[in-house]
């Protein structure tokens, strides 16, 4: 017999009022985390969100966004939410770019373990959003942990 588990991400981008979605990759940084974590709780958790204006496709061996507008945010919440058929199987990453905060032309976003350095668990890749100084864009991240 076999387990068999795979780690998967949905990104919803708010921007005022506006909404999209994306999947994300957990890159190979951000699965030598998870195993850490079971392991012990050497490694910071996840605490910070950041945004940028690159459209590369994410790849396994990124560790950083490739073009961070601004410095990284703490994150707004942090939760365990029921998404498929296992209670709590899915990390729910809220954060919220205010007014002023990360303005430009958003096109890939991380989740990090520090507000620099640390690790980045995953990246995601999405369809230009256009953020205005006056706009706010929240953006929920999810990490669902499913059998294959």
């Given at each position: 017999?076999?387990?068999?588990?795979?780690?998967?991400g949905k990104v919803?981008?708010n921007l005022n009022?506006?909404?999209?979605?994306?999947?994300?990759?957990?890159?190979?940084?951000?699965?030598?985390?998870?195993?850490?974590?079971?392991?012990?709780?050497?490694?910071?958790?996840?605490?910070?969100?950041?945004?940028?204006?690159?459209?590369?496709?994410?790849?396994?061996?990124?560790?950083?966004?490739?073009?961070?507008?601004?410095?990284?945010?703490?994150?707004?919440?942090?939760?365990?939410?029921?998404?498929?058929?296992?209670?709590?199987?899915?990390?729910?990453?809220?954060?919220?770019?205010?007014?002023?905060?990360?303005?430009?032309?958003?096109?890939?976003?991380?989740?990090?373990?520090?507000?620099?350095?640390?690790?980045?668990?995953?990246?995601?890749?999405?369809?230009?959003?256009?953020?205005?100084?006056?706009?706010?864009?929240?953006?929920?991240?999810?990490?669902?942990?499913?059998?294959?």
């Amino acid at each position: 017999m076999k387990d068999l588990i795979g780690v998967s991400g949905k990104v919803t981008f708010n921007l005022n009022g506006k909404i999209v979605h994306s999947e994300n990759l957990v890159v190979n940084t951000g699965i030598a985390f998870i195993t850490s974590r079971l392991f012990d709780a050497s490694s910071a958790v996840i605490s910070h969100m950041a945004i940028g204006t690159d459209s590369s496709v994410p790849t396994g061996t990124q560790t950083n966004l490739l073009a961070t507008i601004d410095a990284r945010l703490p994150l707004d919440s942090t939760n365990r939410v029921t998404v498929g058929a296992i209670t709590n199987d899915t990390i729910q990453y809220v954060c919220t770019f205010g007014p002023g905060v990360s303005t430009g032309v958003l096109r890939e976003a991380g989740l990090f373990n520090a507000l620099t350095g640390g690790v980045m668990l995953s990246r995601v890749q999405f369809a230009a959003i256009n953020k205005l100084v006056a706009d706010t864009l929240v953006i929920t991240w999810q990490i669902k942990f499913e059998p294959v």
